[in-house]
T-cell receptor
């Protein structure tokens, strides 16, 4: 049972480039989330999804886009990367609101 | 908007001793959930313990327990018999509708041998 899988684990982007962070879960969870963690800080919600075909903005959505075409996959798209997007990105999922998140191992992104 | 405050950026404890990490939150909701997560140097986020706001009984998971004071909006984590493997950053998190969580900025716990 793989849980939540994120790829890549590390990436360096140049300013203005685009990329997609992949997130896949094999637990049949309806609820999926993208968070970013800046150095020395807690996690901030970027986007979330309560099921296939349904997505909504979190606290810090600017500069990002998501899609949820299947229950398993929830990719995060960065368009026109900026240095302010340098962060560690976590994907997470839950089966219900009273459960703790299952997190992926994170993606460390540096924009130079 | 909900806020979560962890007032102790760093804490240290002697191995085998007990330590308490503080967390307060601000909300107007009556139904919500609270969590503590651990983030070791590996960066992986791991669930430590959770508490439903409607339950008065404090949650316990082995050496980890919470002191949940709903009226005071306080949710502290007690680690008993601390072990070297407990060294990590600990995050308090508040959750309400749609599973969205608000995280504190974390407390770095050092365990001294």
């Amino acid at each position: 049972n793989a849980g939540v899988t994120q790829t890549p684990k590390f990436r360096i982007l140049k300013i203005g480039q685009s990329m997609t962070l992949q997130c896949t879960q094999d637990m049949n969870h309806n609820y999926m989330y993208w968070y970013r963690q800046d150095p020395g800080m807690g996690l901030k919600l970027i986007y979330y999804s309560v099921g296939a075909g349904i997505t909504d903005k979190g606290e810090v959505p600017n500069g990002y886009n998501v899609s949820r075409s299947t229950t398993e996959d929830f990719p995060l798209r960065l368009e026109l990367a900026a240095p302010s997007q340098t962060s560690v990105y976590f994907c997470a999922s839950i089966v219900g609101y009273n459960y703790g998140y299952t997190f992926g191992s994170g993606t460390r992104l540096t924009v130079v | 908007a909900q806020t979560v405050t962890q007032s102790q950026p760093e804490m240290s404890v002697q191995e085998a001793e007990t330590v308490t990490l503080s967390c307060t939150y601000d909300t107007s909701e009556s139904d919500y959930y609270l969590f503590w997560y651990k983030q070791p140097p590996s960066r992986q986020m791991i669930l430590v313990i959770r508490q439903e706001a409607y339950k008065q009984q404090n949650a316990t998971e082995n050496r980890f327990s919470v002191n949940f004071q709903k009226a005071a909006k306080s949710f502290s984590l007690k680690i008993s018999d601390s072990q070297l493997g407990d060294a990590a950053m600990y995050f308090c998190a508040y959750r309400t509708n749609a599973g969205k969580s608000t995280f504190g900025d974390g407390t770095t716990l050092t365990v001294k041998p």
